[in-house]
């Protein structure tokens, strides 16, 4: 009887971080927006790339180039068509793997482009591969999925 | 209230759900091995202790990123000291695994270390055999540098939170908040992970606790290995 009365709290924190973990993944799931959203794959370190979502173009810069992980990088983005209502951002991330928060926020430097800083750090795994997700106002999402450099 | 600024909680939460996908993959090893060590005796506090450990060095390092406002600064000065503490895991856990599987050498070798040995055998023989938990605190800190993608992250957060503050100090603090809501929603994974590694008719079947020593060895080698080629 005190065994199974000291193995309470145990059994009682398991049950509240499952609690927890079901919760999250009600929350994120629902919160996942009807956004319009496309993805590309492309070579960075080559220069711009670009991606057609509802109706613009989207294209990403980043430098200096080659694109390095744990480096001071300065990414830039470019909208075509109407001007837009507010400054997109970038989310940054590796496909696949949980990394944490790693927004880069945009100031507007040209009728149609925005610039920000950021960094994309360096994965132990070695895993090279990144993927910027750039949201832009009232248009969607477009990801690029480049390599970087280590 | 600094807590209800966004930014804490969102890293409190960050660190939660990295906590139950990167850390228990990263830092899961580590875990495991203590657990395992421990063998007859509870885990939970030293465990806890662990934990708390990695949490002050993610504050401190926090504290560092808030004040200067800078992450890459910091991440050419220490990635040495990364690469070295990531090759001290791996070679721990190798001795870990070493000890428990019995038919190697290093199980006795510990039991019966000259004085001669060194530091480092004399320091693994006092963490075994601690009896008090706090002990593993001081080994959290360490282990509180190995190099990972998230908590990366959060170092840039702490860093940004440093550039908007209005002095140095007051940056420092939010940095080293921001790391610590981090570091402390790492721990239930870890926790969890420490409390399912910890079953008893598990940790007596000789048969599996050799094979989980061979384990800790493979996965100490590789810890080395990605340290040395970091």
């Known amino acids: 009887m005190r065994t199974y009365f000291a193995r309470i709290p145990q059994t009682l924190i398991m049950c509240i971080m499952m609690m927890l973990i079901s919760c999250l993944f009600a929350v994120c799931s629902g919160s996942a927006a009807s956004a319009k959203k496309a993805q590309t794959e492309c070579n960075i370190h080559e220069g711009a790339c670009s991606l057609q979502l509802t109706g613009r173009t989207v294209a990403l810069e980043i430098s200096p180039r080659p694109v390095r992980a744990m480096a001071d990088l300065t990414f830039r983005v470019t909208v075509s068509g109407p001007p837009l209502s507010g400054t997109p951002h970038i989310d940054l991330g590796m496909p696949g793997m949980e990394m944490g928060p790693n927004r880069v926020n945009m100031e507007k430097t040209g009728e149609n482009t925005y610039t920000g800083n950021g960094v994309i750090v360096r994965c132990p795994s070695g895993k090279t591969t990144w993927r910027a997700a750039v949201t832009v106002p009232e248009t969607g999402t477009a990801a690029f999925v480049f390599d970087v450099v280590y | ?230």
């Open chain 2, 1 to 230: 209230m600094w807590f209800t600024e966004s930014i804490y909680l969102v890293f409190l939460a960050t660190g939660f759900t990295v906590g139950f996908g990167h850390c228990i993959g990263m830092c899961g090893p580590i875990v495991i091995s203590i657990s395992l060590q421990l063998k007859d005796r509870p885990v939970f506090f030293p465990q806890l202790f662990y934990n708390l450990g990695r949490t002050v060095t993610y504050a401190i390092l926090g504290g560092i990123m808030g004040a200067t406002a800078s992450f890459t600064r910091f991440a050419a000065d220490v990635g040495g000291l990364q690469k070295g503490i990531l090759v001290f895991a791996g070679i721990l856990i190798v001795l870990m695994g070493a000890g428990m599987t019995g038919w190697l050498p290093a199980g006795r070798i510990f039991k019966n270390a000259p004085p001669v040995a060194g530091f480092a055998v004399s320091a693994y023989k006092r963490l075994i055999a601690a009896n008090r938990a706090i002990l593993f605190l001081p080994l959290g800190m360490v282990l509180g540098l190995l190099p990972c993608g998230p908590v990366y992250t959060a170092m840039i957060a702490a860093a940004r939170t440093g550039m908007d503050a209005g002095t140095t100090f007051s940056g420092m603090l939010a940095g080293a908040g921001v790391m610590a809501c981090f570091g402390l929603g790492t721990i239930p994974a870890l926790l969890l992970l420490s409390q399912v590694s910890n079953v008893k008719w598990l940790k007596h079947r000789d048969m599996i606790y050799k094979t989980g020593g061979i384990l800790m060895i493979l996965v100490g080698v590789f810890f080395t290995w990605k340290g040395i080629t970091y």
